[in-house]
C-alpha cells in the first residue's frame, strides 16, 4: 500500500503542507502512521479522506460540521446528498450561464446587422430577446390549435367535390370564424411593437394590426408615440394587458 509525506499528500490534493498540518491538529485527519523519524505517512484512506475534506470546505462547510459528518456511523449516505445537492446547484448554474451566453450571442448578432447603433437600438435588441422564447411558445400554440380547423377545412373541400355534398364546409365555415376571431384577439393581446423612429413600445388597435402587412417578425403600422408608419418589429406584450 503506497504511503504518503506530508508533503506528498499535501501536493496530490492541490494545498498548502500547513493546511494538512491543521487539520491533524484540528483531529478530523490524523496520520495512520510515524516514521521512526517521527515523520508523518498517510496512506490511500487518508488520502480519500483529504479528498473529502477538501470537498467539504468548498461547499463552506466549517471545520467542526466536517468533523461531526465524518464521525458519524455512516457518513458516506450525508456526503452523497451532499454532492447531489451541489450537482444540482452546478447543474442550475450551468444553464443560467447558457442562458446568459445565448443572449450575449443574439445580442452580438443583432448589433451586427446594424452598421451604426445607439443605445436605444441596443435596448430594442434586448427588448426583443427577452420575449422571444415566449413569442415563439404562443406561434407553435396557434399553429397546434390551428391544424384541426385546416384538417377540417381540407376534408369538408375534397368532400364537396367528391361527393358533392357542401354541408361539412358549412360546418367548418361556423367552426373558423370564431376561431379565427378568438385566437386574433388573443395574438395581439399579447403582442406589442417598437417603432424604429422614437423607439416607443405601443400597442395598435386590434384592427389595424389585423390588416397590417407584415412579415414574420413586423408589422407596418403608425406608431401612437410619434405617429412614424413603417414596419414596426413585433415584441411579447407580456399577459395581453
Not at 446594424?114 to 407553435?140: N, P, T
Not at 354541408?167 to 370564431?178: G, M, Q, S
Not at 384592427?207 to 408608419?229: D, I, M, Q, V, Y
Request: charged share 25%.
Amino acid at each position: 500500500m503506497s504511503k504518503y509525506t506530508t508533503g506528498e499528500i499535501a501536493k496530490l490534493c492541490d494545498v498548502t503542507v500547513r493546511t494538512v498540518q491543521y487539520y491533524d491538529t484540528r483531529g478530523i485527519l490524523v496520520p495512520s502512521e510515524l516514521s521512526e523519524g517521527g515523520r508523518r505517512l498517510y496512506t490511500e484512506d487518508d488520502l480519500r479522506r483529504l479528498k473529502i475534506i477538501c470537498f467539504l470546505r468548498e461547499l463552506d462547510l466549517p471545520i467542526d460540521a466536517i468533523h461531526k459528518i465524518l464521525q458519524e456511523e455512516h457518513p458516506e449516505k450525508v456526503i452523497s446528498l451532499l454532492i447531489e445537492q451541489q450537482e444540482k446547484v452546478l447543474l442550475e448554474e450551468v444553464s443560467e450561464k447558457q442562458d446568459k451566453l445565448e443572449k450575449l450571442r443574439e445580442l452580438k448578432n443583432g448589433l451586427k446587422d446594424r452598421k451604426a447603433y445607439s443605445l436605444e437600438s441596443i435596448g430594442d435588441i434586448a427588448i426583443i430577446m427577452e420575449g422571444k422564447k415566449k413569442l415563439k411558445q404562443m406561434r407553435w400554440m396557434m399553429i397546434l390549435t390551428g391544424l384541426p380547423v385546416t384538417a377540417l377545412q381540407w376534408f369538408s373541400i375534397i368532400f364537396w367535390i367528391v361527393k358533392g355534398i357542401w354541408w361539412p364546409f358549412v360546418v367548418w365555415v361556423l367552426i373558423a370564424i370564431p376561431w379565427g376571431i378568438l385566437i386574433s384577439r388573443y395574438y395581439f393581446g399579447h403582442v406589442k411593437y417598437i417603432c424604429p423612429e422614437c423607439h416607443e413600445v405601443f400597442k395598435p388597435s386590434l384592427k389595424e394590426a389585423f390588416w397590417a402587412n407584415h412579415t414574420p417578425t413586423a408589422r407596418k403600422l403608425t406608431c401612437t408615440s410619434c405617429g412614424h408608419k413603417g414596419f414596426c418589429v413585433e415584441i411579447w406584450g407580456g399577459d395581453g394587458k
